[in-house]
């Protein structure tokens, strides 16, 4: 990769970092002259460097604990009782441990026995469970800690009760009926009004100090402890540290179903049946299950076999079974096989009667039945001990599943999953590995009930299993050969369900009782033996040994005799002696236990038959060579004949069980002998053809037979087997031994032992899983125990150990599915866990201690030594003492003390080291498995040799050390090497050795592990210069440190109680002989205070894992890094984990413990100041950030003022106004730009909240102390950070909780990262997004990414999205709790800010600033606890230095008077009191600094003004409590009762309550927006002479004109306040870039002229409090004016914004605000482009206008008036009337309201007095000729409209339509009080005039129009043929009434008598002839328009028109002879439309 891409991290290594070079610049020149004093002597250590850590182990040595014992001083080093070893029993599933019970054991049994039966050995570190490894901070611990948190009340949420609603009803009604302006009622209602309770000592006079130690009281009063219980718990994906204890080892089970046989019923009942059930899997061809045997018989049919049987055993009774499946598939059958006792006659004759008879015919065949039931009597009697095949049938389970349905599939993720134990986990990945397509699970289905009715009879030559696969096979097929054999008919019900988690009476497959077992007497449930379908990765946990026996056939066609009824006896035999029989085979149905031998079925008549048997054998524990299986095959004679035995033998065969000390099993074939086997035939195997024995068929294979056992002692594996036999012959010493053909002496065992051990990776993988206990244990005892051969040790450590490795991999391959997250194999786990011990001499009480172990790792060091060392020559050392050699003694001596000395991690760790590369590769793989093994072995050594009060720096040898030294340094290199190559490895290693040094660290010289971790840093540093992906290498290093971080004594390895702490004295003044801060005055700086607050290289180390772990942070979040998102992310949740394990730790409750540990993070509030650019702006306007001083790269201001530019400050101020375009008239240099990344959202949240858990638990003290360090920038910036954390953490109420429900935020940045990385191509390897189910670390480059807006505020704290309506509640109630307790924080902090501040230079900037942080606070959505205490603080403050609000900023003022008006009108009491007596006091504080109280006055009016305009939920009655209260301090205060300042505030009080009034009428019409901007249109009128409350009130309509989507509306109300703000400037002085007063705004708008009102006699521009708003200067009109040009543009009304600009570009030029002019420019040309886009005005319709008349008392001051209103383009009649008629409806009634369907005058003579009526009409604008020579556009026909035109037809005799000869027509003209758009959307119509036009007129006019629309659609270009033929064809078309033809033949029929009519008569004549011609026109275009198609239809079109013109020839023709008379020789034209004779005026 080229050097280019490489990151920032590469090329900086042995740099100081740009951070740090800013401080040291900063501190050496900042403005406060103390910082120059300090000393330059100490050493930087960059942080990309390590500093040396300090000796742990001497450090405390050299520093004795001197606190008093108590949580303090358990800080300071680990509890003595840290680590301890625990033997836990090992659960035993059973009642009964089924271990065999003989006394002499075979070695093999003696070991099995040994695994299966010891205890865990389980290594504790007690204090573990504090880790955040082991006590993760998950969710549902989160909501523990939750559990009873205080509900906070929020304003938000609090409804008004009933009382509320009666007052504001009965409020409301009182003051409707008194006009505004009523003074004395006012003064009435108030002194009536409630208030609030008083303050108590609020008027007392309180020294400051005293104010704020109570205020600090009572702040700190029922805080919460834990701040981070408050917050969402961190991301589990980033908890590289999470561990689990691995579950025991347990038994293997798959999905268990419990299967009941109920009964079992034929047609008819003559004998006993017996049945056989089993699983089969035919995708596999093989039986997935034991047999498992039920009896269903009545008693009377087991009578009958009574002779035969014994009294039967209670577990042969069972009639229910579990069965197991592993892998469940759609392919397994249940198969039941019934047999019945054996009789004359093959299975078909034996079935027959089953067949034919039935239960129905039981009279009718009753002799057939009696017959039938004493022949089965017979045959029990005789033949009651053989069995004969009967009948089959089978289930299939897929069936039952699917049609029983699931139950609840889905809750086997997510919850569950989690919860699970490990072998539950493991038996879940069997079952997804194995279900692949065909999802089929048995664990989850409805219980179901089956009755089979069918059952097939079983054919004598069909027996074998692969006959029964091909009938199941074909039974799933539709046209089953099955189906169509004549069936058995029977019913067999048996119920299947999923077996219960704890069954009672369970018998396991050795018959022991599992628990629980409630009564031995009950009937059991057999737990039935699993056979897997393919391969079980499970060890063995208990002792199991059974031998499974399958005959299969057996030919004996060749055999002579009487041979046809073949039945065999199987017997075992312990030697050859009948006698010898053992009763090990387990007996089937009601009988005996165990029995001595078993029979096969007889199948009639076959001398060549098949058999279907399982006998099961429980093995004998010492299986010897005589050991065999005995079958003797016997002839039955089913017919009783008198000379004939019942049976007779007619052969022999054998099985000798053991070979070469193996178990012999498999499929075997043998020969059958005729005669009875000779002596000593047991050890000899039957192919051994023995002297004068006979052989069937000349000792061929005649026989089939199978074995096969399930052993956890045999492991059927030949490299297995040798490997044990060969270490049981060392252990026993017992030569020679004879293994297989060969005879082993000593000298030969040591070759054979070193290929065995090398030859176990050839072993199966499933015996070595199962075996792998044992196998681990042998190997551990070869390095540790090696062997003595003749009087040599055998060193077997380097292939024992690459054996362990080669297991461990083989293991790790075969359980790719059980693995966790950081690829533990957890099998391997456990076994570590609770079964590794340490070999001892003698298995003993853990107690007992071995003896003193002797250190002799060395025999085995150099590696050209012999691997046999002669004891003679062998040295041992002492252990406590290694330089002194133990004395010389005899060998024997010797051999015992060098047995008992190697030590397992000694050799692990040498072997490691010294290891090849082949096995070097296989352990790195597996690296975590040695580690553990090591780390184990060292805790059982130093607790078995009971070192653990030795000095750490002695407890092991110093060549270990050098080992483990080694070790580390090569698997960090590897970590490194491999981080490019193979990520997946480099991080599973980079992880075990983090957890291993985690480990030693408890263990060993914790600074010699120190500087083992300082060591791994230098490597990743030095490869971070070459790496071509350094990302990825720092997230190693990251995952590194947090997983040491997590160590559960991670506090006290900071060291955070050291004596070289600075001192934390709560006063800077506080003398001590150990506090340098005492020889300086409280604010000089002390160097050991800032070096706490900075990653200096003290701190880091002192606090030397602190140090690395915000390093990384500091390094991660440095700008210059541009940090990649999930490097941001994975830094600041180490940080955030760790502290949350630190609230929950109950070691760290104490408040003064809390502050040690927080000690350690102090250098992340520096962190973070620095970081404060990058942050997310939490503020609601987006956009540039809104805080106070956002300096990218500026530390320190050298003039050492504030660095707040007012623009900033501004926005801080919380302007009371809607928020706009910020105005940037250029104030000083523009900021630098930011060139950092900026964090996420939840990252920069997580990282405020961090900072603030700091603040909250650091020592005031020590914040004070910092604080006063710091310069004012700095400062300033922490303020700024305070400001953030208010926005950040604001309450945002339960709708917003409701609101995001259905959205998941918590991966939702994750994926956009990932999403934005993959487009723009940044990661570097592209399968880490596929291969990955969590991304850790994308390793790759990602620098590129350029864009990503993060805006999620919230984190949810559970993937699941549909929450109930509890989890919701609970979040907000946690929201709530989060937000009061972060704000509080901010609070502390700011009163530690003000206690520094006092001292400070630049005091008044920065007092300022801190005002402004606790105003935004209080404006916020905030509890009332909060309030409560913040507003105690802004009293506090504002008592100290009022000179803050009445000397300088306005706009804190105005701010504060906000606020505090917002809280007045609170409904919770506890703000209201609080917020009134803030408002009293401050007045009082106005008053008496000497000032008038002009200025509190003016500003509290207009936040009143403000707030009823814009508050959406306003509540006056509580406000008017509030007033109500303040006039009660009045009264209450004596020292102002007699002044005039009583007076003032009852004046101000009075006049906030006339406010108060209107916004009353306001409130009732709420819905109404006409009538509601009508209010606040007629307050503001009424504010004329109070430009600041008339400007406040326009900006309020504005407001409200936006949100409904009227921005032409909107946008005339910033004109008019514009022109008020120009009007003011105008007064001031005259610039020539200034508007001149409204007149320059007549261009936009003519009303605006009514903003003139201003002038000098009514305003002075000096006046106090006047015009002091923000708006009132050149800035202000500047943004007015944006803001109306936006709206403009919103509207589309692009010719307005023209005139905007043209006023606004002036004084932008006077600025030289180029910038601001290009953009203006810019929108001017987008305002332009889309005037020509849009010329033709269709795209953008700016209104449609309305008459609306109100008739009724109803409507009080509507009654009568009339208005013009104006909607939203294209809204139809139908709309605006159902709106107004639904809205009055359910103001009035239904009943009540009528709407007026015509547009005639109203008779209000005629109206019902008690209804309400409205009548509406759709009305145009109207324009005079003359007014259209001006008005060419589009745009200039729809703005400034002030008259309006309504057309109303009617009849003389009152009809609205008649005939043409009697139609009038009435022309309604209305103008409006102004023109439209107005500041509002509907204005009052002022004069209305008419006039009437008579039928020709009306004639006249309709032909005009027809004759336009001819012209139109004939010129129109491009030409539109469609609308030409549909204007044609209405013009020349056969009309039937009313067309051009009748309306001449009414009019120009006759000549008129009158006169007067002449000229009508004339001049609708001469329009029939315009129309003509017109046609003719519009005809000839079309002709030239159509297509072939279309000109018949265009004749036609022509033809119509001739006719038309020959009909209206004649009447066109004809004159009137008086209007040619000489008389008229030029009359002047005449309008008619303007003849007053006709017209009626309305003014």
């Known amino acids: 990769m080229a050097a280019s891409e490489r990151r920032a991290f590469a090329h900086k290594i042995n740099r100081t970092v740009a951070a740090e070079v800013r401080k040291q610049v900063s501190r050496e020149y900042s403005s406060s002259p103390q910082l120059c004093k300090r000393s330059g002597s100490q050493q930087v250590v960059p942080l990309t460097e390590v500093v040396e850590p300090l000796d742990l182990e001497d450090f405390l040595q050299n520093h004795p604990l001197d606190a008093e014992p108590g949580p303090l001083r358990d800080l300071m080093e680990f509890p003595a009782d840290d680590l301890e070893v625990v033997l836990e029993a090992r659960e035993c599933r059973t009642t009964e441990p089924g271990i065999p019970e003989e006394e002499k054991l075979d070695a093999r049994v003696r070991d099995a026995v040994e695994i299966y039966t010891e205890d865990w050995v389980i290594v504790q570190r007690k204090y573990q469970f504090l880790s955040s490894s082991y006590s993760p901070n998950t969710s549902e611990r989160q909501r523990e800690r939750q559990k009873g948190l205080t509900r906070q009340v929020f304003e938000l949420e609090e409804r008004m009760g009933s009382e509320d609603l009666d007052d504001l009803k009965h409020c409301s009604a009182s003051l409707d009926d008194t006009p505004r302006g009523s003074w004395a009622s006012n003064i009435f209602d108030l002194k009536n009004s409630a208030a609030d309770s008083l303050l108590p000592s609020l008027l007392e006079r309180t020294a400051p100090d005293e104010i704020d130690r109570r205020n600090e009281e009572l702040r700190r009063q029922n805080r919460p402890r834990d701040l981070l219980a408050l917050y969402p718990a961190p991301d589990e994906d980033e908890a590289v540290e999470r561990c689990s204890i691995p579950e025991p080892p347990k038994e293997h089970f798959g999905q268990r179903i419990l299967v009941k046989c109920l009964s079992l019923k034929f047609e008819i009942e003559i004998e006993p049946i017996f049945g056989i059930l089993a699983l089969y899997d035919i995708r596999e061809k093989k039986k997935i299950s034991e047999n498992f045997y039920f009896d269903l018989n009545s008693e009377h049919m087991k009578g009958l076999l009574r002779a035969h049987v014994a009294h039967p055993a209670i577990s042969t009774l069972a009639r229910s079974a579990i069965f197991s499946i592993t892998y469940p598939s759609p392919d397994i059958f249940l198969v039941i096989k019934l047999e019945k006792v054996l009789q004359q006659g093959d299975i078909g004759e034996c079935c027959e009667p089953y067949m034919v008879m039935k239960e129905s015919d039981a009279v009718k065949n009753k002799e057939k039945l009696e017959k039938l039931r004493h022949t089965a009597e017979q045959f029990c009697s005789r033949l009651g001990r053989y069995r004969m095949p009967f009948a089959w049938t089978a289930v299939h389970l897929a069936n039952i599943i699917s049609s029983a349905g699931s139950m609840d599939r889905d809750s086997s993720d997510s919850e569950s999953e989690r919860k699970s134990t490990w072998n539950e986990k493991k038996r879940k990945t069997f079952e997804r590995a194995s279900i692949g397509d065909d999802a089929c699970s048995f664990s989850n289905f409805r219980p179901a009930t089956l009755t089979v009715t069918n059952f097939f009879k079983q054919e004598g030559d069909r027996l074998s299993d692969e006959n029964l696969y091909k009938f199941l096979a ?310 540790v125990r090696p062997p003595i051969i003749g009087g040599q040790i055998v060193n077997l450590g380097r292939g024992a150990f690459e054996a362990i490795a080669l297991v461990v991999s083989l293991i790790h391959k075969s359980l790719d599915g059980a693995q966790d997250q950081r690829g533990h194999n957890q099998l391997l786990a456990a076994y570590i866990h609770y079964a590794f011990r340490l070999p001892g001499p003698e298995p003993g009480p853990m107690g007992v201690p071995p003896p003193p172990p002797v250190q002799c790792a060395a025999l085995s060091r150099a590696p050209a030594q012999p691997s046999s060392l002669h004891l003679s020559r062998s040295k041992s050392i002492s252990s406590s003492n290694p330089d002194l050699a133990s004395s010389p003694c005899s060998p024997d001596e010797e051999v015992t003390r ?168 709560p006063s800077p003044s506080v003398s001590s002989a150990t506090s340098q801060s005492s020889a300086f005055s409280s604010h000089v700086q002390d160097p050991k205070v800032i070096s706490m607050f900075e990653l200096s290289g003290s701190f880091r180390q002192q606090h030397f894992l602190a140090g690395l772990l915000l390093t990384e942070l500091a390094l991660i979040l440095e700008p210059e890094a541009e940090g990649v998102f999930f490097l941001h992310k994975k830094a600041i949740s180490a940080v955030h984990t760790l502290l949350c394990s630190h609230d929950a730790d109950a070691r760290y409750a104490e408040p003064e413990v809390k502050a040690r540990v927080a000690q350690l993070y102090l250098p992340l509030l520096t962190l973070v100041l620095d970081t404060l650019p990058q942050l997310h702006d939490f503020s609601e306007s ?40 910020r105005p940037s008239i250029p104030q000083g240099p523009p900021p630098p730009p930011r060139t ?68 998941t935020f918590k991966k939702s940045l994750d994926m956009k990262a990932r999403l934005e990385e993959a487009i723009l191509g940044t990661i570097g390897a592209r399968q880490e997004m596929v291969r990955r189910s969590r991304e850790r670390s994308p390793f790759g480059n990602q620098e590129n990414v350029r864009w990503r807006k993060n805006v999620t505020h919230w984190k949810q704290t559970s993937d699941r999205v549909d929450k109930t309506k509890e989890e919701m509640e609970h979040e ?166 007699d002044s005039t300042f009583a007076e003032q505030v009852q004046d101000l009080m009075f006049n906030l309550h006339m406010i108060l009034t209107d916004t009353v009428k306001m409130k009732e019409h709420q819905e109404d927006p006409e009538m509601l901007i009508d209010l606040m249109y007629r307050i503001a009128r009424g504010y004329q002479g109070s430009p600041d409350l008339r400007l406040t009130w326009l900006q309020n309509m504005a407001g409200k004109h936006a949100e409904r989507g009227n921005h032409a509306e909107a946008a005339q109300c910033f004109v008019h306040a514009a022109a008020l703000v120009a009007e003011y400037l105008a007064l001031l002085e005259d610039s020539r870039h200034l508007p001149v007063g409204c007149v320059t705004f007549q261009s936009i708008s003519s009303n605006v002229l009514e903003e003139s009102a201003i002038s000098d006699d009514i305003l002075s521009p000096d006046e106090e409090g006047i015009c002091s708003g923000k708006h009132f200067t050149e800035l202000g009109l500047v943004g007015l004016l944006e803001q109306a ?124 007095p008690h209804k309400a009526y409205i009548q509406i009409t759709y009305v145009e604008p109207y324009f005079d000729t003359y007014e259209l020579k001006d008005r060419v556009t589009y745009f200039d026909k729809n703005y400034d409209l002030r008259t309006f035109l309504f057309c109303t037809p009617f009849t003389a005799d009152g009809r609205a339509h008649g005939e043409l000869r009697e139609q009038h027509k009435r022309k309604t003209l209305l103008s409006t009080a102004h023109a439209f758009p107005y500041i509002k959307t509907r204005i009052n119509v002022i004069h209305k005039e008419e006039t009437v036009l008579t039928p020709v007129e009306v004639a006249i006019e309709d032909m005009q129009k027809k004759t336009r629309e001819l012209a139109f659609a004939t010129e129109q270009e491009p030409p539109d043929a469609k609308m030409l033929q549909m204007v044609l064809q209405g013009s020349v078309g056969p009309t039937v009434n009313q067309g051009p033809l009748e309306v001449a033949q009414v009019f120009l029929a006759e000549i008129p008598e009158d006169p007067k009519l002449f000229r009508h008569h004339n001049k609708l004549r001469l329009c029939f002839k315009d129309f003509c011609k017109k046609c003719e026109d519009a005809l000839r275009k079309n002709k030239v328009l159509i297509g072939p198609d279309q000109k018949e239809y265009h004749r036609e079109l022509e033809r119509n028109y001739n006719r038309l013109k020959e009909a209206l020839q004649p009447l066109l023709t004809q004159r009137i002879p008086q209007l040619f008379a000489p008389a008229a020789s030029g009359p002047s034209p005449r309008n008619s439309l303007n003849r007053t004779s006709f017209r009626k005026f309305e003014g």
């Open 474 to 783: 074909d039974m799933r097929k539709p046209s089953s050969v099955l189906r169509r054999l004549r069936p058995v008919t029977a019913q067999l019900k048996i119920d299947i369900s999923p077996a219960p988690e704890n069954p009672h009476f369970c018998l396991s497959p050795e018959l022991l009782h599992v628990k629980p077992y409630p009564d031995p007497r009950g009937r059991p449930i057999k737990e039935i033996l699993e056979f897997p379908a393919r391969e079980v990765y499970a060890p063995f946990t208990s002792y199991r040994n059974l031998l499974y026996i399958y005959p299969h056939n057996l030919n004996f066609s060749s055999r002579q005799g009487s041979v046809r009824n073949i039945a065999i006896k199987v017997q075992y035999m312990a030697g050859e002696d009948p006698s010898q029989a053992l009763p090990v085979i387990f007996g089937k149905s009601s009988c005996s236990e165990f029995s001595r031998e078993a029979y096969t079925a007889v199948v009639y008549h076959s001398k060549c038959p098949e058999f279907y048997e399982e006998f099961k054998v429980q093995l004998p524990a010492n299986v010897t060579e005589n050991h065999h299986l005995l079958f003797t095959f016997y002839h039955v004679s089913c017919q009783p004949r008198p000379s004939t035995p019942l049976e007779t033998p007619v052969g022999y065969t054998w099985i000798p069980l053991l070979q070469h000390s193996r178990l012999r099993t498999g499929p075997f074939c043998l020969p059958v002998s005729v005669d009875r086997p000779p002596p000593s035939y047991s050890v000899l195997t039957t192919e051994v053809a023995l002297p004068g024995m006979r052989w069937v068929d000349g000792h061929k294979s005649v026989f089939s037979v199978e074995l096969t056992a399930v052993s956890s002692v045999h492991p059927q594996d030949p490299h297995l087997d040798k490997f044990f036999t060969l270490v049981h012959v060392l252990e026993e010493a017992s030569f020679p031994f004879r293994l297989k053909d060969v005879i082993l002496s000593e000298n030969k065992v040591e070759a054979e032992l070193k290929s065995s051990v090398g030859a176990l990776r050839l072993a199966s993988p499933e015996p070595l899983v199962a075996f792998s206990h044992h196998v681990l244990d042998k190997l551990i005892h070869l390095i």
């Open 898 to 1065: 060098i047995l008992a000395c190697k030590l397992l991690h000694e050799e692990l760790a040498l072997q490691w080291v010294v290891s090849g590369s082949a096995v070097r590769e296989a352990v790195l793989q597996h690296a975590w498995f040695f580690f553990q093994l090591m780390v184990k072995s060292m805790a059982l050594h130093l607790v078995l040799s009971k070192r653990l009060d030795t000095p750490r720096k002695l407890r092991f040898p110093g060549r270990f050390m050098d080992d483990i030294s080694a070790l580390v340094n090569s698997v960090g290199l590897e970590v490194t090497a491999h981080s490019h190559k193979d990520s997946e490895l480099s991080e599973r290693l980079n992880t075990s050795l983090a957890f291993f040094l985690s480990d030693l660290l408890s263990l060993v010289d914790r600074g010699f592990v120190f500087s083992l971790i300082r060591a791994y840093y230098k490597q990743v540093a030095n490869r971070l210069q070459s790496s071509p992906n350094p990302n990825g290498l720092i997230t190693l290093r990251m995952d590194f440190t947090r997983i040491l971080c997590s160590h559960e004594h991670y506090v006290t390895l900071n060291l955070p109680c050291s004596p070289i702490s600075p001192p934390a004295s």
């Open 1182 to 1221: 987006g956009g540039q950030r809104s805080r106070l001083a956002s300096m990218p790269d500026v530390d320190v201001d050298i003039d050492g003022g504030s660095t707040i530019s007012p623009s900033v400050a501004m926005a801080i101020a919380g302007s009371p106004l809607p928020p706009g375009p």
């Open 1236 to 1303: 950092a990344s900026p964090l996420a959202a939840d990252t920069s949240r997580t990282l405020l909240i961090c900072a603030l858990w700091v603040l909250k638990n650091a020592e005031p003290g020590l914040l004070q102390h910092w604080t006063s360090d710091l310069g004012p920038g700095q400062l300033a910036r922490l303020l700024d950070l305070l400001h953030l954390c208010t926005s950040c953490f604001e309450y945002k109420g339960k709708k917003a909780f409701e609101r995001i429900n259905s959205l």
């Open 1372 to 1537: 907000a109630l946690v929201d709530g709790n989060l937000a009061t307790e972060a704000n509080l924080i901010v609070l502390d902090t700011l009163e530690v800010i003000v206690q520094t501040v006092i001292l400070s230079e630049a005091k008044e900037g920065l007092l300022g600033s801190v005002l402004k942080v606790l105003l935004h606070s209080l404006g916020c959505t905030q509890s009332a606890l909060f309030l409560q205490h913040g507003l105690a603080t802004q009293r506090a403050l504002v008592s100290k230095f009022p000179e803050l609000l009445f000397e300088e900023d306005t706009e804190l003022c105005a701010d504060l008077c906000l606020r505090l008006l917002r809280h007045c009108s609170s409904r919770v009491t506890t703000i209201r009191t609080h917020a009134s007596a803030s408002l009293y006091l401050l007045m009082r504080q106005n008053y008496e600094i000497g000032n008038n109280f002009a200025r509190v006055k003016m500003q509290v009016t207009m936040s009143l003004s403000s707030l009823v305009g814009t508050t959406q939920n306003f509540n006056e009655e509580h406000l008017r409590r509030s007033l109500k209260t303040i006039l009660t301090y009045t009264e209450e205060d004596l020292e102002l009762r």
């Open 1685 to 1808: 040009a936006t709206s403009f543009t919103m509207g589309g009304l692009y010719e307005a914004v023209n005139e905007v600009y043209k006023i606004l570009i002036p004084i932008l030029e006077a600025h030289r605000d180029y910038k601001k002019l290009a953009m203006v420019h810019g929108k001017l040309q987008e305002a332009f482009t889309k005037i020509i886009h849009q010329s033709s005005g269709w795209e953008r319709v700016f209104g449609t206008y309305f008459r609306v008349g109100f008739y009724g008392s109803r409507f009080g001051d509507l009654d009568e008036q009339e208005f013009v209103y104006k909607e939203p383009s294209i809204t139809k009649l139908a709309e605006i009337s159902h709106r107004l008629e639904e809205f009055y409806s359910e103001r009035f009634g239904d009943d009540v309201v009528e709407m007026i369907k015509d547009s005639n005058p109203v008779d209000k003579a005629k109206l019902e």
